[in-house]
């Protein structure tokens, strides 16, 4: 049930990362201002970066009490 419950919250966690970097790029491609377009594309990389990161810990923390079973 746990590995069930942290595959589902990976799933969701790496949708919402592919989610900001697909608003990443359109922000390149919006209707403002050099600055804004980069500042908007920076915004939703960082968060993506952080969102994969944290899935990346989970499916971590998952593999280890795995193991431990």
Known sequence: MAKRLSCLITRSLLGRAAAH???????????????????????????????????ASLMLSATVQELRS
């Open 21 to 55: 970097r697909a608003m990443a790029r359109a922000a390149l491609f919006s209707d403002s201002s050099l600055r804004v377009r980069y500042q908007r594309y920076q915004q939703h990389m960082e968060k993506a970066r952080a969102l994969d990161a944290k899935a």
